[in-house]
């Protein structure tokens, strides 16, 4: 498919997000079981129910755009998918994999920002309905408090 228009790229990137946040809901599975303390555990589990509202309001935004909820898969997910499965399970020592898993999911909700922001730029410009933008930014807000939380768990861990 060749994208000639904004509304093209909008909708690619809706799908690409869309199809991430499918995909984030089993990775951050996988992150909470390699996590070694509860407290990293408790970061990814407690992010899954903000996920799976993420997901419901992605699905509206299709409907209220007349559009068929399509996902389409980016080699950033696959290969963040892939980093996790290839790295994580090497680290024996509790406190390091702690990190690692960390850290992947800090990759991971800044890359859904960028794909958010990148999709509220677009939104602006088309003439889309404003829930659509109030969702956007809902789903980019509540990507941006998971980060906060895991750059306070890291600034935690280095102060201790
Ligand atoms: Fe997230």
């Known amino acids: 498919m060749s994208i000639t228009t904004k509304q093209e790229m909008f909708e690619r990137e809706l799908q690409k997000l869309y199809h991430a946040e499918i995909e984030i809901l089993d990775l951050h599975s996988d992150l909470a079981t390699a996590a070694a303390s509860d407290e990293v555990r408790e970061i990814f589990d407690g992010h899954e129910t903000d996920t799976v509202e993420q997901i419901d309001r992605i699905e509206v935004m299709f409907e209220e755009l007349d559009l068929e909820p399509r996902e389409r898969g980016s080699p ?31 990759i991971n909700e800044r890359l859904e920002i960028t794909l958010l922001d990148r999709l509220i730029m677009l939104a602006d410009e088309l003439d889309v309905p404003s829930s659509v933008v109030e969702y956007l930014k809902k789903n980019r807000d509540e990507a941006q408090v998971a980060l906060s939380r895991m750059q306070q768990f890291l600034e935690e861990r280095r102060s201790r």
């Open 76 to 106: 950033i997910m696959e290969g963040l998918l892939a980093e996790k499965d290839e790295f994580i399970a090497e680290v024996a020592d509790d406190d390091l994999r702690d990190l690692d898993a960390i850290s992947i999911g800090m």
